[in-house]
């Protein structure tokens, strides 16, 4: 099975030193067929967090353009393993369609910036982070009204955090030292908010975004179900949003 294994990742740095020479479709074919498991890896995590209307399929469409651009511009010499840089690509084709389509709306993109607003200045106050007992007492509403919009917020925290951490602008891409020190620096501040974050939400993002795992996944793992992992999610990302913001205004 090693052996196996061995010779294909023997063939496919054959085919990459093959389609830099010579630039030839059915080469760059082949690429797209082995690689092609990536954008459906990536459509699959991306899936979870959206509304039910929104077509994986679609998704899969948006992101091959992204993996064909990523062989069109990857360059083998930078030392960049083609997997993490193709997909940066493939994810962003993808966040770009969902932009265009502007699926979330007006009336949660507004309870969504409320309800960053007053969480991030309730635990500025709290000096931690605030409870949810806290928060829904700062909403005016109660605790499984919290929930509730929990739930309907949770479509809006697809892109943000994830694309900060899986950025195109990650310090292996960036030529300006002063850019690369600054991104290095958010990095390490918001690593620092994440291991502040309540136990169960450090796990599901360190799970979700570090490790890879779905919601469903994660569910098994924490024995919860995969609503309130789903409402964990949700919540740590507000709570890194608004930190975030923080952390970035400190640059300007």
């Known amino acids: 099975m090693l052996e196996n294994k061995q010779a294909k990742i023997e063939e496919i740095m054959n085919l990459w030193i093959e389609y830099q020479q010579n630039r030839k479709v059915e080469v760059r074919e082949k690429l797209i067929e082995y690689y092609l498991s990536l954008v459906k890896l990536v459509a699959s995590r991306i899936a979870i967090s959206l509304p039910q209307y929104v077509d994986k399929d679609d998704l899969i469409s948006n992101g091959f353009f992204g993996l064909l651009d990523a062989i069109e511009k990857y360059d083998p010499m930078r030392g960049i393993k083609f997997e993490t840089y193709a997909v ?55 605790l499984n009204e919290l929930y509730v919009l929990l739930n309907q917020l949770n479509a809006s925290t697809i892109m943000p955090l994830d694309e900060f951490i899986k950025s195109e602008k990650s310090s292996a891409h960036l030529t300006n030292p002063s850019e690369q020190i600054e991104i290095e620096e958010v990095k390490q501040a918001l690593a620092k908010t994440i291991d502040k974050l309540p136990e169960k939400e450090r796990l599901v993002v360190s799970l979700y975004y570090y490790e890879g795992l779905t919601l469903k996944e994660i569910s098994l793992i924490l024995k919860l179900s995969e609503a309130r992992i789903s409402q964990l999610h949700t919540k740590s990302i507000f709570r890194l949003r608004g930190a975030l913001s923080r952390i970035k205004s400190s640059f300007i």
């Not at 979330?104 to 507004?110: A, E, L």
């Open 88 to 142: 940066v690509r493939i994810r962003g084709s993808m966040l770009d369609a969902i932009r265009a389509q502007d699926w979330v709306p007006t009336s949660i993109r507004q309870k969504a910036k409320q309800y960053e607003q007053t969480v991030s200045k309730l635990e500025n106050q709290l000096g931690r982070a605030a409870t949810d007992s806290e928060i829904a007492d700062a909403l005016s509403i109660s």
